[in-house]
């Protein structure tokens, strides 16, 4: 299944930090369904955004006709990816448009997306409403009949039976969606499955006491309200970023709000109530809990629950929020710390709604730094254990923290865990980069130099084709030994800088999905209010594609990623989500290799051994069968362009694999605070058993360092 067909009311992707930062009182952007014409300020940062992308994209591809088709494209589909509302003649209608995004962002002409949208609007009441007669239907579930799933392999409705008639087979198959949720829910609740309920699951346990056809109508509700509530500032960051993203998927305007929630995530010290929230069904809905934060010590609230009312201090009204969009109850649950909030909220363990009042404080979000664990795993040759010292790295941080110019960042706290390994006299470093998306370029080449004395780390290319050496310029290393990168496909940016430079050195090994993410690009971001009216954040910020990430064996790191050493099967490596899987992402080159050092830590015929073993307990391993049989169907069903809509064929596919399901919790899962450092599983074991072999390689090669 190429595209899974998702509720467009319902987004896990979408993870807040509740965190607060200083701002004026604004009077609230305009809903589009008001507007008539473009406000003159949007028509600046249009004008403002087409100029720079026009002159200063690192692709140097001008802003013209081609760019504007793709830009058009783009738009429809933020609108109806799955082709559900628009018409074909809305399409045709419109068309006139397509080669004309270009020259209208450059005259900062936005009155077509506003054309657009409210057309988009019509046909989402006329449809919606159809939704909800077909709910109230009886449907006949032994019929043999299909729902399409990859919309890049249909047209848009050509009338208006044709576009009913699609969301009837859409409300049938949601509605068969919503009872094999519940089926699987009942196997969780009692014990029938082999995975352990967790926090994921937490997450995503539908409402037992819900009746499906109540809840899809709750549905269908919300995503009408939420479309009828966009705002001038949503549609604009739309339009712009469908033009923007017709250059490269990571080029992006953000809007001021969007800008400001930005800002507080790249910090790691933030007040709030420590919690990550999505927007399901209408509800707000906690993903998980910020270790350490107010939530955490309160102890009430759990993933899962869904926050219904808002309150401000000990006795300010409760506002409801059910059905309001996740930044606006975001913004009403900020605060200073020190003060109160109070939530309204329906535990996801059943029962009456509970108020629970929270005072904020300030969060230090230790779960997105450094943590490191010393793991004894097989037998060192003096007959004791053997010690490795893993780290987790979830992102690449720097930050002034405290108020008084106190520096927290990356490199000194992966230091600190490090000295204190060699305390414990560990004997291989595995610094885990899986889950880590990337984040300061500073701080991959600083914590580069804590494994290399001296020398290149990356290249970047810039608009001008000039090249730029960004070198680790402190002598000496942190730790000499062994060293062991685990990464996946979600390794992306700065990850594959360091673990690309490892292996350009051959100083460890690369462990993991066959590839890493592909991101090989630096972006810049333009606060387009400081530049145009001399105010921070007040038009919202361009982030924009600049320069290309190059290894120090000039190889780039863009769409292709750094290739595994020794490769480990996952489900993550078959989800569509690396830079190649991206529309319009730059393409690989390379450029001269700059000299470096040679540690000769690795070589051919050593790996060739090491993967041998690693193929050998592999196939012996329950765990892994387990895994291939999972990769084996979720590799099927996402392959299919078409589901059954009858009963028996529908629940008997989802019974033996939901390939969405699987997707939504391999994505959430990945962006949720680890509990515990280390845990011990069949794949972790496998990694350990690779570290172990490397260092029994490099003793009888005699290339082990001193830590």
Same mark, same amino acid.
């Given at each position: 299944?190429?595209?899974?067909?998702?509720?467009?009311?319902?987004?896990?992707?979408?993870?807040?930090?509740?965190?607060?930062?200083?701002?004026?009182?604004?009077?609230?952007?305009?809903?589009?369904?008001?507007?008539?014409?473009?406000?003159?300020?949007d028509?600046?940062i249009?004008?403002?955004?087409?100029?720079?992308?026009?002159?200063?994209?690192?692709?140097?591809h001008?802003?013209?006709?081609?760019?504007s088709?793709k830009?058009?494209?783009?738009?429809?589909?933020?609108?109806?990816?799955?082709?559900?509302?628009?018409?074909?003649?809305?399409?045709?209608?419109?068309?006139?448009?397509?080669?004309?995004?270009d020259?209208?962002?450059?005259?900062?002409?936005?009155?077509?997306a506003?054309?657009?949208?409210?057309?988009?609007?019509?046909?989402?009441?006329?449809?919606?409403?159809?939704a909800?007669?077909?709910?109230?239907?009886?449907?006949?579930?032994?019929?043999q009949?299909?729902?399409?799933?990859?919309?890049?392999?249909?047209?848009?409705?050509?009338?208006?039976?044709?576009?009913?008639?699609?969301?009837?087979?859409?409300?049938?198959?949601?509605?068969?969606?919503?009872?094999?949720?519940?089926?699987?829910?009942?196997?969780?609740?009692?014990?029938?499955d082999?995975?352990?309920?967790?926090?994921v699951?937490?997450?995503l346990?539908?409402?037992?006491?819900?009746?499906?056809?109540?809840?899809?109508?709750?549905?269908?509700?919300?995503?009408a309200?939420? #479309?009828?509530?966009?705002?001038?500032?949503?549609?604009?960051e739309?339009?712009?970023?469908?033009?923007?993203?017709a250059?490269?998927?990571?080029?992006?305007?953000?809007?001021?709000?969007?800008f400001?929630?930005?800002?507080?995530?790249?910090?790691?010290?933030?007040?709030?109530?420590?919690?990550?929230?999505?927007s399901?069904?209408?509800?707000?809905?906690?993903?998980?809990?910020?270790?350490?934060?107010?939530a955490?010590?309160?102890?009430?609230?759990?993933?899962?629950?869904?926050?219904?009312?808002?309150?401000?201090?000990?006795?300010?009204?409760?506002?409801?929020?059910?059905?309001?969009?996740?930044?606006?109850?975001?913004?009403?649950?900020?605060?200073?710390?020190?003060t109160?909030?109070?939530?309204?909220?329906?535990?996801?363990?059943?029962?009456?709604?509970?108020?629970y009042?929270?005072?904020?404080?300030?969060?230090?979000?230790?779960d997105?730094?450094?943590?490191?664990?010393?793991?004894?795993?097989?037998?060192?040759?003096d007959?004791?254990?053997?010690?490795?010292?893993?780290?987790?790295?979830?992102?690449?941080?720097?930050?002034?923290?405290?108020?008084?110019g106190?520096?927290?960042?990356?490199?000194?706290?992966?230091?600190?865990?490090?000295?204190?390994?060699?305390?414990?006299?560990?004997?291989?470093?595995?610094?885990?980069?899986?889950?880590?998306?990337?984040?300061?370029?500073?701080e991959?080449?600083?914590?580069?130099?804590?494994?290399?004395?001296?020398?290149?780390?990356?290249?970047?290319k810039?608009l001008?084709?000039?090249?730029?050496?960004?070198?680790?310029?402190?002598?000496?290393?942190a #730790? *000499? *030994?062994?060293?062991?990168?685990?990464?996946?496909?979600?390794?992306?940016?700065?990850?594959e800088?360091?673990?690309?430079?490892?292996?350009?050195?051959?100083?460890?090994?690369?462990?993991?999905?066959?590839?890493?993410?592909?991101?090989?690009?630096?972006?810049?971001?333009?606060?387009?209010?400081?530049?145009?009216?001399?105010?921070?954040g007040?038009?919202?910020?361009?982030k924009?594609?600049?320069?290309?990430?190059?290894?120090?064996?000039?190889?780039?790191?863009?769409r292709?990623?750094?290739?595994?050493?020794?490769?480990?099967p996952?489900?993550?490596?078959?989800?569509?989500?690396?830079?190649?899987?991206?529309?319009?992402?730059?393409?690989?080159?390379?450029?001269?290799p700059?000299?470096?050092?040679?540690?000769?830590?690795?070589?051919?015929?050593?790996?060739?051994?090491?993967?041998?073993?690693?193929?050998?307990?592999?196939?012996?391993?329950?765990?892994?069968?387990?895994?291939?049989?999972r990769?084996e169907?979720?590799?099927?069903?996402?392959?299919?362009?078409?589901?059954?809509?009858?009963? !028996?064929?529908?629940?008997?596919?989802?019974?033996?694999?939901?390939?969405?399901?699987?997707?939504? !919790?391999?994505?959430?899962?990945?962006?949720?605070p680890?509990?515990?450092?280390?845990?011990?599983?069949?794949?972790?074991?496998?990694?350990?058993?690779?570290?172990?072999?490397?260092? !029994?390689?490099?003793?009888?090669?005699?290339?082990?360092?001193? *830590?």
């Open positions: 299944m190429k595209q899974l067909i998702k509720c467009a009311a319902t987004s896990f992707g979408l993870l807040v930090a509740l965190a607060s930062l200083p701002l004026d009182a604004k009077d609230p952007p305009p809903a589009v369904e008001t507007l008539n014409e473009a406000r003159p300020g028509s600046n249009v004008r403002a955004v087409a100029m720079v992308m026009d002159r200063q994209h690192m692709s140097k001008r802003l013209d006709d081609e760019i088709e830009a058009f494209n783009q738009f429809m589909k933020m609108l109806d990816p799955q082709k559900i509302y628009l018409l074909q003649e809305d399409i045709e209608e419109f068309s006139g448009a397509r080669t004309r995004f020259d209208y962002a450059l005259e900062g002409d936005m009155d077509v506003i054309k657009i949208f409210k057309r988009f609007l019509k046909r989402v009441d006329t449809r919606i409403e159809m909800h007669k077909y709910i109230d239907q009886e449907h006949d579930f032994s019929k009949e299909k729902i399409a799933t990859d919309p890049d392999e249909i047209s848009y409705p050509g009338s208006t039976a044709e576009a009913n008639d699609r969301m009837r087979r859409l409300v049938k198959y949601r509605l068969l969606l919503l009872e094999s949720d519940k089926i699987r829910s009942d196997q969780l609740k009692a014990g029938k082999e995975d352990e309920e967790d926090a699951q937490d997450v346990r539908p409402d037992p006491n819900e009746d499906p056809r109540e809840r899809l109508h709750r549905i269908y509700r919300t995503t309200k939420r #479309w009828h509530q966009t705002d001038a500032d949503e549609l604009l739309m339009y712009v970023s469908a033009i923007t993203t250059f490269d998927p990571h080029t992006t305007f953000m809007s001021p709000d969007t400001e929630n930005f800002i507080i995530m790249m910090s790691l010290e933030l007040d709030g109530i420590g919690a990550q929230l999505t399901e069904d209408g509800y707000t809905k906690l993903t998980s809990i910020v270790p350490g934060g107010a955490d010590k309160d102890g009430r609230l759990k993933p899962g629950d869904r926050i219904i009312q808002v309150g401000q201090g000990e006795d300010g009204d409760m506002i409801d929020v059910v059905d309001m969009k996740l930044d606006d109850v975001v913004d009403k649950i900020r605060g200073t710390a020190g109160v909030v109070r939530l309204g909220v329906l535990p996801n363990a059943g029962g009456e709604m509970q108020e009042s929270i005072v904020r404080a300030k969060i230090s979000l230790d997105s730094a450094a943590r490191g664990e010393v793991v004894e795993y097989g037998k060192n040759t007959g004791g254990p053997l010690k490795f010292g893993y780290i987790d790295l979830p992102s690449f941080y720097s930050a002034n923290i405290g108020g008084e106190k520096k927290r960042s990356t490199t000194a706290d992966v230091r600190k865990i490090i000295n204190g390994f060699r305390k414990d006299n560990i004997d291989a470093v595995v610094l885990d980069l899986s889950r880590n998306g990337g984040g300061s370029l500073e991959a080449i600083n914590l580069t130099g804590l494994f290399i004395d001296r020398g290149p780390v990356v290249q970047a810039a001008g084709g000039e090249l730029e050496i960004h070198r680790d310029t402190d002598s000496g290393v #730790w *000499g *030994g062994p060293l062991i990168v685990m990464t996946s496909k979600g390794s992306a940016s700065a990850s800088i360091l673990a690309g430079a490892i292996q350009d050195y051959r100083r460890g090994i690369i462990v993991g999905d066959p590839q890493t993410h592909g991101k090989g690009t630096v972006q810049t971001l333009i606060d387009l209010g400081r530049q145009l009216v001399g105010v921070s007040e038009m919202g910020a361009l924009l594609t600049i320069r290309q990430f190059y290894l120090p064996g000039g190889k780039s790191t863009q292709q990623g750094v290739m595994s050493d020794i490769v480990l996952a489900i993550t490596a078959s989800i569509d989500n690396g830079e190649a899987d991206l529309p319009n992402a730059l393409p690989n080159n390379e450029v001269k700059v000299r470096h050092y040679d540690y000769n830590m690795v070589s051919e015929n050593m790996l060739a051994k090491l993967r041998s073993k690693s193929e050998q307990r592999i196939e012996a391993s329950e765990g892994f069968k387990k895994l291939f049989r990769i169907l979720f590799e099927k069903q996402k392959e299919e362009n078409f589901v059954s809509l009858n009963r !028996e064929d529908f629940l008997k596919r989802r019974a033996e694999l939901d390939a969405e399901r699987e997707e939504t !919790e391999t994505l959430l899962e990945s962006q949720m680890k509990k515990d450092v280390f845990k011990m599983d069949y794949y972790s074991e496998e990694v350990l058993s690779i570290a172990k072999d490397y260092v !029994e390689q490099l003793r009888k090669l005699d290339l082990v360092q001193a *830590g």
